[in-house]
């Protein structure tokens, strides 16, 4: 669907099947600065280029397998980066559709991923995903090595603090519920998406990364309504 920046409805375009130009629940797109939309046709498995008009352009991502390609970006490298749901990693193409690499296995271990649902290049080459099902933010470098992670780090707004300093009852219960108590007794300790329910500060569901004209880092979360924001080092 296309829209004004004001929010006006322009024109939509876009049926559903599986066939040269078709669509199956397109979770994803960006824009070149040619004005050619890339897609990730999700339940087709592929990444779609089209026109700004809706004319097919070309596809790739058939022949490495992808399963459910769900968000993806544009680096200042000019690269696709693609976050490959199903096959829990980061693929790597050229905007024509040429095959670069890809990195990342299954698990919870640094540089492993639980169904990593949106990835970012910044313009120094560091690579962010989003790393759905173990409730956090990985980092790369170019090569695809892991550099660091976050849990999530977020704390009250101001607008949150005057609600609470307002209404000193429910400032008086938050404070007894202590939300940041790392001592519970879950059942599964390994369980991220069990540990992040219960700690505020962590990210519960993280959904998505883009990197603002500030340079800033901004991540949407789910669970908890939420947008986190973070300086990039």
């Known amino acids: 669907m296309v829209f004004t920046t004001e929010g006006e409805f322009i024109e ?22 040619d004005d050619e939309l890339f897609v990730s046709d999700t339940y087709n498995h ?7 008009s809706g004319v097919f352009l070309r596809s790739f991502g058939e022949n490495e397998g992808l399963d459910m390609p769900w968000r993806l970006s544009i680096g200042a490298d000019r690269k696709v980066y693609l976050a490959d749901w199903g096959n829990d990693r980061i693929c790597v193409y050229t905007q024509e559709g040429t095959f670069l690499n890809s990195f990342g296995d299954s698990g919870s271990g640094n540089g492993e ?3 990593p649902c949106a990835v970012v290049s910044d313009q120094k080459g560091k690579i962010f995903v989003c790393d759905w099902g173990n409730e956090r933010v990985q980092v790369f470098d170019q090569k695809g ?6 849990l999530g780090e977020s704390d009250l707004s101001p607008w949150a603090n005057n609600f609470l300093t307002i209404n000193v009852e429910e400032g008086e219960a938050r ?3 202590d939300l940041e108590n790392l001592d519970i007794p879950f059942t599964d300790p390994t369980d991220r998406h069990e540990v992040s329910s219960h700690i505020e500060k962590f990210f519960w569901s993280p959904m998505s990364v883009s990197i603002g004209p500030d340079g800033l880092l901004y991540v949407t979360e789910s669970n908890r309504h939420r947008i986190q924001v973070f300086n990039i080092a």
């Open 175 to 177: 404070l007894r519920s």
């Open 12 to 33: 939509e375009w876009g049926t559903i099947g599986s066939g040269e130009g078709f669509l199956d629940t397109p979770s994803g797109l960006v824009l070149n600065d």
């Open 113 to 115: 991923f639980n169904k």
């Open 46 to 52: 592929r990444v779609q280029v089209f026109s700004t």
């Open 145 to 150: 090595e892991f550099l660091e992670l976050t």
